[in-house]
């Protein structure tokens, strides 16, 4: 029994306690250099939208810009969660419906305002509804690979779910930096292509959460 406990003092003597901001700590010090790389490529390969000045006084603006943000929010909280054992954010959900809903409420708000259907039709499909998914997702994929570096030094014990966090969240970061440079006003479009292009990268991380975050 001595044997033992002499055993044990010899593997904790060593250990320190962690503050507790640690994972918000290692969180910032991962994403900040995907943020960087995922504005780089939109304003290198896109640019930002050319009536910027004019679009800061629209509210269609900056309710497009506003839904990827809230949803960032209420994605990183989750993933301080899932890093931890046993985390299953699940109530993460709640919020998240919320804001896409009063984003669609808007949505329609803005279609029974417009009297014509050739801007109706604008309104939901814009010019980018083809490559508006993609463009979102290759802004979150630098992103992504921030957010799998921060669970990877983590304990998540949900593979699956972990990964499909991770990649949702880094794909609402990745819309909200495009939604700089998105020329669309439509916000039944940011409801329907928007949400495709994070739940992309919220398919891409589940799979690669499988793999990646497995112990």
Known sequence: MAKTDDMINELVKDLRPVRKTALHRLLVLALLPGLALSAAFILLGHGFRPDISAALWQFAFWAKSAYPLLLSIVGLAALISVARPGGRPLGAAIPAL????????????????????????????????????????????????????????????????????????????????????????????????????????????????RYLLRW
């Open 98 to 209: 919320i804001i896409y809903a009063l984003l669609v409420m808007l949505g329609i708000l803005q279609l029974n305002a417009s009297t014509s259907p050739v801007e109706q039709h604008r309104l939901i499909m814009g010019i980018s509804y083809w490559f508006c998914p993609m463009i979102i997702l290759a802004a979150g994929a630098p992103l992504m690979a921030a957010t799998f570096w921060f669970l990877r030094r983590a304990a998540p014990t949900h593979a699956h779910l972990a990964g499909f966090i991770a990649g949702m969240t880094a794909g609402s970061i990745g819309a909200w930096v495009y939604s700089w440079g998105c020329i669309e006003n439509g916000l039944t479009f940011v409801a329907l292509w928007y949400t495709l292009g994070i739940l992309l990268c919220g398919l891409v991380g589940t799979l690669l959460g």
